[in-house]
């Protein structure tokens, strides 16, 4: 398992200390950030799509359809 050196303050130190073992917090703290970028990517790829394809109707559009459905 590869290893990483990470240098915090002693006021950080003791912050994480408080959540348990401070390998196991900084294990978290980067699943999290992770998780984070991820999901800004994805967020970023579907606006992308969004922008390529927009899918906007307006609210006579809407009552329209929905007259048309009911009429059915």
Do not use: F, W
């Amino acid at each position: 398992m590869p290893t990483i050196s990470v240098r915090i303050s002693e006021k950080e130190k003791k912050e994480l200390v408080q959540y348990g073992r401070l390998s196991n917090s900084i294990r978290e703290a980067l699943r999290l950030y992770l998780n984070v970028k991820k999901s800004q990517r994805l967020l970023h790829n579907l606006e992308e799509l969004q922008r390529k394809n927009p899918v906007k109707t307006t609210t006579l559009e809407e009552v329209r359809l929905i007259k048309e459905d009911r009429n059915r």
